[in-house]
């Protein structure tokens, strides 16, 4: 079977390629990383970048971090307890971990980073949402700390997976001086890899933990190599200057794999993001003197059966993509197969349903109902090459079911302004994404950004409750609801999303990669020569 063709199936299926099961593993050796970009900084409540972000996460660890399926796991916490109320989570931290400088770490540093990060008035860096539910941290003994919040938030979770940073490095520091403290370009943290050097525009080396409390990493050390866009860190990896790049895109993989098939692996995963189309259910949406179709379900449901969305991840990403069925990926925890309704492509469906709620073909092939022709404006953006080629798909597939489809190319900032914010457009196609936590109540709720203009009073419940529970197992029955009404009632059809690939040397084990990124950096090792 061609590669591509495979790894698409086994990302299909919710499968994470990994490297390393029965390799023998060698000790020693540097693995070169390509980066995108040039960090900022490597304080990990203050990096705005994607390069700092992939660097920082080697150094600082979060109180949990999250496996393949999006399951929060401890990393610096062992585990920890919900009240019954919701309000108050309590962490126990693992008491075998030390500093990068040899000093213990203990729940003062958890209470210091997100007080910090939450309270401090002149705090310099970006807030993460969700804080402002948080109303205290304390830590109640040396090894246990308190998060109380005001008011019940599952996705907590998704915050404390933020790196801690130690407080005998940053105490009295906030503001300006939090800023441009002089940790934030030699950072000291408590992960698998400690900080050795930074040449500024080149390079960043790590070294390995000698007493990382999950095992002393195999390789010596990581090296961070920073390219200005991805172009540049896929040539660099044909000249043979770095070993792994990260994030590849499809036409960069097919590249790839003829250029490096023989020496290196190719790892898919599926992309955070997705796209989908919007309905807009506003009952004026079409004008004063017009129907507006998608109020009828049957409409809705004729146009998610005549996309032919094999077809679009086949021309527009060469097979590097996996169909959305529903707003969560097939991989993640509060995907609920048993409750989505799945709208494979089948025209004569289509057709049929058109019929049956009495938009007919006129002799001119386009559907007419009171004289009203099947038409509609998809506004898409201009400044994006996938949406548009994705756009003239949709309306080639349409167009070919009786429904004429204007397209409406306009930049993202009057996307927004212009038809987001004030609910003006027929369909929209979007591309959104999930985090790693799966609350995505500001998205869909009706008191939320609302794209659609969709309510359901059973939705928004569903909804309001999961984001309130915080025991995964009531997360995933409502999140089943949610996916069963949103893909049964349809605002929104799901499409697709990318599959990324991480490139990197077939001799590397343990090496594992994720939805998230890459895991487990303390198991890469070189296999032993046979």
């Known amino acids: 079977m061609h590669m591509r063709k495979a790894l698409s199936l086994l990302v299909a299926a919710g499968?994470?390629?990994?490297?390393?099961?029965?390799?023998?593993?060698?000790?020693?050796?540097?693995?070169?990383v390509a980066v995108v970009g040039n960090p900022g900084c490597l304080n990990p409540v203050l990096a705005a970048d994607s390069a700092a972000e992939a660097i920082s996460g080697y150094i600082y660890q979060g109180l949990v971090t999250f496996n393949d399926k999006m399951e929060a796991v401890g990393q610096?916490?062992?585990?920890?307890?919900?009240?019954?109320?919701?309000?108050?989570?309590?962490?126990?931290?693992?008491?075998?971990?030390?500093?990068?400088?040899?000093?213990?770490?203990?729940?003062?540093?958890v209470e210091f980073t997100y007080t910090t990060l939450a309270f401090a008035p002149d705090f310099p860096g970006p807030r993460a949402a969700g804080l402002d539910m948080l109303e205290r941290v304390e830590a109640v003994d040396e090894y246990t700390v308190r998060f109380t919040l005001s008011a019940p938030w599952g996705g907590l979770l998704?915050?404390?997976?933020?790196?801690?940073?130690?407080?005998?490095?940053?105490?009295?520091?906030?503001?300006?001086?939090?800023?441009?403290?002089?940790?934030?370009?030699?950072?000291?943290?408590?992960?698998?890899?400690?900080?050795?050097?930074?040449?500024?525009?080149?390079?960043?080396?790590?070294?390995?933990?000698?007493?990382?409390?999950?095992g002393k990493p195999y390789l010596d050390a990581l090296n961070f190599k920073f390219y200005p866009d991805a172009e540049g860190a896929v040539a660099a990896l044909e000249r043979g200057e770095v070993d792994v790049v990260t994030a590849v895109s499809h036409t960069h993989a097919t590249r790839l794999q003829e250029k490096v098939g023989e020496t290196h692996a190719f790892y898919a995963v599926q992309d955070m993001g997705y796209e989908c189309l919007c309905f807009n259910v506003r009952p004026g949406a079409f004008g004063s003197d017009k129907t507006n179709p998608w109020l009828d379900h049957r409409v809705r449901k004729a146009v998610a059966f005549a996309l032919d969305?094999?077809?679009?991840?086949?021309?527009?990403?060469?097979?590097?993509?996996?169909?959305?069925?529903?707003?969560?990926?097939?991989?993640?925890?509060?995907?609920?197969?048993?409750?989505?309704?799945?709208?494979?492509?089948?025209?004569?469906?289509?057709?049929?349903l058109l019929n049956e709620a009495g938009w007919r073909p006129g002799s001119d092939g386009l559907r007419r109902k009171w004289g009203q022709i099947l038409a509609f404006t998809l506004?898409?953006?201009?400044?994006?090459?996938?949406?548009?080629?994705?756009?003239?798909?949709?309306?080639?597939?349409?167009?070919?079911?009786?429904?004429?489809?204007?397209?409406?190319?306009?930049?993202?900032?009057?996307?927004?302004?212009?038809?987001?914010?004030?609910?003006?457009?027929?369909?929209?196609?979007?591309?959104?994404s999930v985090g790693a936590d799966p609350d995505i109540f500001d998205a869909f709720h009706s008191e939320g950004l609302n794209l659609s203009g969709y309510n359901n009073p059973q939705l928004d419940r569903a909804l309001l409750l999961a984001r309130q529970a915080g025991q995964r197992g009531t997360r995933q029955?409502?999140?089943?609801?949610?996916?069963?009404?949103?893909?049964?009632?349809?605002?929104?059809?799901?499409?697709?999303?990318?599959?990324?690939?991480?490139?990197?040397?077939?001799?590397?084990?343990?090496?594992?990669?994720?939805?998230l990124g890459l895991s487990h950096p303390e198991r890469w090792h070189f296999k032993e020569k046979k």
């Not at 099961?21 to 540097?30: F, I, L, M, N, T």
């Not at 494979?344 to 049929?352: E, F, G, I, K, L």
């Not at 506004?379 to 397209?407: F, H, M, W, Y």
């Not at 409406?408 to 914010?421: A, E, F, R």
């Open 15 to 32: 499968l994470v390629l990994s490297a390393g099961g029965c390799s023998s593993p060698r000790e020693g050796g540097q693995l070169n």
């Open 76 to 109: 610096l916490a062992r585990d920890w307890e919900v009240s019954a109320d919701n309000l108050q989570w309590t962490f126990h931290l693992r008491r075998d971990v030390t500093w990068h400088d040899g000093q213990p770490f203990t729940a003062a540093d």
């Open 158 to 214: 998704g915050l404390v997976a933020q790196g801690v940073l130690p407080k005998h490095v940053f105490a009295g520091a906030s503001g300006e001086d939090l800023a441009g403290h002089p940790a934030n370009w030699q950072p000291v943290g408590t992960g698998p890899f400690v900080f050795a050097e930074w040449a500024d525009n080149r390079y960043v080396t790590l070294t390995r933990n000698e007493n990382y409390y999950g």
């Open 309 to 352: 969305r094999e077809r679009y991840v086949q021309e527009l990403l060469d097979g590097w993509g996996v169909l959305m069925n529903s707003p969560f990926p097939p991989a993640s925890w509060a995907y609920s197969a048993q409750d989505v309704t799945v709208y494979n492509y089948n025209p004569q469906t289509a057709a049929s």
């Open 379 to 432: 506004t898409v953006r201009s400044d994006n090459p996938l949406e548009k080629a994705l756009a003239e798909l949709v309306q080639e597939d349409l167009a070919r079911l009786g429904i004429r489809v204007d397209l409406q190319p306009v930049t993202l900032s009057d996307m927004l302004l212009n038809h987001i914010y004030t609910g003006k457009f027929h369909m929209l196609l979007m591309g959104l």
């Open 477 to 515: 029955e409502l999140y089943g609801d949610v996916q069963g009404v949103l893909t049964r009632d349809l605002p929104y059809v799901f499409l697709f999303s990318r599959q990324l690939v991480t490139v990197a040397p077939k001799d590397l084990g343990g090496f594992e990669v994720t939805p």
